[in-house]
């Protein structure tokens, strides 16, 4: 059964729900035959990524980057996935107080490099946290969870 690895954190709750919101749309019930799994970025390990067959990858930013945590995943599995992982679909989403582009900007050569493909935008939360970002969120997790159960990616 195809799976979808949610890599994500959160030190104050602002991204966990875009967590969640991903979850929901993954999870939606009309999506058949796709196991979801989601762990904070310092639980998911090279394994983690091997086994998976698309990604989800929820960050703040900080300090106009991504979070610590989830530079620390990328420092622990980008070479040992580098050639293993290549072609499978991911998604980006940012949680932000600003405008979000710095965390955009930083994941972007590396899931370059591992040779993933986007399958829709990413989604920045920036601002206010409102029902649109959540909305777009569950679009998000629903999108990848269903291409991969379509067998689209
Ligand atoms: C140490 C720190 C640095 C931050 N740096 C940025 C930043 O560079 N740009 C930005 O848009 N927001 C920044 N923020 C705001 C966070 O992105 C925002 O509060 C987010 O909701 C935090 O998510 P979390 O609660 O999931 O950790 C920063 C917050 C903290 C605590």
């Known amino acids: 059964m195809p799976r979808v690895l949610i890599v994500w954190h959160s030190a104050t709750g602002g991204a966990k729900a875009l967590v969640e919101a991903i979850l929901e749309g993954a999870n939606d019930p009309s999506i058949?035959?796709?196991?979801?799994?989601?762990?904070?970025?310092?639980?998911?390990?090279?394994?983690?990524?091997m086994a998976a067959d698309g990604y989800l990858l929820v960050t703040p930013e900080n300090f106009?980057?991504?979070?610590?945590?989830?530079?620390?995943?990328?420092?622990?599995?980008?070479?040992?996935?580098?050639?293993?992982?290549?072609?499978?679909?991911?998604?980006?989403?940012?949680?932000?107080?600003?405008?979000?582009?710095?965390a955009v900007a930083?994941?972007?050569?590396?899931?370059?490099?591992?040779?993933?493909?986007?399958?829709?935008?990413?989604?920045?939360?920036?601002?206010?946290?409102?029902?649109?970002h959540l909305a777009a969120a569950r679009d998000l997790g629903a999108t990848l969870a269903a291409g991969l159960a379509i067998g689209l990616y």
Request: with cysteine; net charge negative.
């Open 106 to 132: 930083a994941v972007t050569p590396l899931t370059t490099g591992l040779g993933w493909k986007e399958v829709a935008p990413p989604v920045i939360a920036a601002g206010d946290l409102t029902e649109a």
């Open 64 to 102: 106009g980057y991504m979070s610590g945590a989830l530079k620390d995943f990328f420092d622990r599995t980008y070479y040992p996935c580098l050639e293993h992982t290549r072609g499978r679909p991911f998604g980006l989403a940012v949680r932000a107080g600003g405008d979000g582009t710095g």
């Open 32 to 49: 058949e035959g796709v196991e979801v799994v989601s762990l904070p970025a310092p639980e998911a390990a090279v394994d983690d990524v």
